[in-house]
């Protein structure tokens, strides 16, 4: 379909999470990624006047490899995950091609991205912005003779606005949990039929036959001690405008836990009580306390609000100023509720409407 003309020519590419999948994968003619039951919300968005692209990415890849590729759609390039990062982490340099098959028509610096990232998505989509600004100065030093323009950065004109939506990050605790001798997940109160619906969603984020460092994948990077450790290599850009949309769908105990309200999605209900049940200390020493029981089936809510440290405020729409964070309001529905929902049908469609609108009055 052909995009109509765009309110300030902004690029809106949306990125999506863990185990997901975008316009290049034969999953998304089946159900979209973004809007799923609700319908494709890309198409929506564009007959509004928004140009809008669902990239793809390694469902399981780490932010590295998943920003590569992210850079190569939408530069129209091969994709290139950087001599030095390759070779420490046991993989081919080059991955798949996308000249003759660019995600948005044209990319020079007259392009404006305004990045979306739903969960993982949004990690990625921070790694990849940090990157196209400032580069890497581990992939320079390694005198690579074609060393990618994304490792030598100097693109950060070319970025308008990053929106992350439920995005972990700095972690969450859905890995932690079960990495810390002091807790024991299996001792959880949870619905009989939550297991089934549970394993239903299990991700395996390394291939049985993939040879490459275990620590080159999502799940590792999702730890708590990792995703603080990506917190401090990522800048934020003083002319970016940042959104973040945490969710949560928890109410609490009495005894201090949390627990999934009714209405969740099945395949959540097991982590959320988990999530919202523990407390302890990674095994970088970062104490986890009762804050991080809130939470949306997969990602701790406070996790998703803003990096930690990064400059951030309560949004106020007379007066979003860029360079930090501008925070909104949880949004009150799980993991998979922004995406459209699977079980339970969420129609976001004017949630997206909104959003764009208010970022397309950006300068």
Known sequence: MECSKDHNTLKYVFVHGLSGWGSYDKAYERM????????????????????????????????WDRACEL???IAGTQVDYGEAHSKKMRHARFGRDFS??????EWDPRTKLALVGHSFGGTTARLFLELLANGDPEERSSKCTDLS?????????????LVTLASPMNGTTAYDLFSDPSFDPQRVNSPWWSGPFSRLMSIKTKKQDDKRDRTDSAGHDMHLDEAM??????????????????????????????????????LFVLRSCQIGAYSGRTAGGIDIGTEWRENDGL????????PFGAPSVPLDKSRIIPGRWNVLPAYQGDHMSLQG????RHDIRGFYLELLKMISRLN
């Open 32 to 63: 979209p990624y973004w809007g799923m039951r609700s319908g494709d919300l890309i198409v929506f968005l564009r007959k509004q006047g928004f140009d809008c692209f669902a990239a793809s990415v390694s469902p399981t890849g780490s932010a």
């Open 71 to 73: 850079y190569a759609q």
């Open 100 to 105: 003759s098959c660019p995600l948005i028509p």
């Open 149 to 161: 323009p994304l490792f030598t950065g100097g693109m950060g004109n070319r970025i308008h606005s």
């Open 229 to 266: 450790k990506l917190n401090r290599r990522i800048t934020t850009l003083g002319h970016v405008y940042y959104f973040s949309i945490p969710c949560s769908y928890t109410s609490p105990r009495t005894d201090g836990t949390h627990s999934p309200r009714r209405g969740i999605e099945p």
């Open 299 to 306: 990602v701790n809510t406070v996790s998703a609000a803003c």
């Open 341 to 344: 929902g699977l079980f339970h």
